[in-house]
């Protein structure tokens, strides 16, 4: 399955908004946005919050099996900032 969005604000080391869609649950465009909060020692803890069209689309995104690979792509990245 294929995801896919536009990132419409990015302000380094601070916070991202951007668009998402996936194809698991077609025709539904959310809108997320991600804050970083620096931890000190090379360490950043990352906040999410999503807003979906509607509570329906909402618990068809969750339903539609995007949670693993949202938790694949996580680990890439975590492989990636390890290296």
Not at 34 to 55: I, K, M
Not at 68 to 79: K, V
Request: some cysteine.
């Amino acid at each position: 399955m294929k995801s896919g969005g536009l990132f419409h604000t990015v302000r380094d080391n601070e916070f991202a908004i951007q668009t998402f869609e996936f194809d698991g649950y077609p025709d539904v465009v959310c809108i997320e946005f991600a804050t970083f909060e620096d931890l000190g020692n090379g360490r950043t803890r990352l906040h999410g919050h999503a807003v979906h069209p509607s509570q329906d689309a909402r618990d068809g995104m969750a339903a539609s099996g995007m949670e693993a690979g949202m938790s694949e792509e996580y680990e890439r990245l975590d492989e990636l900032l390890g290296s």
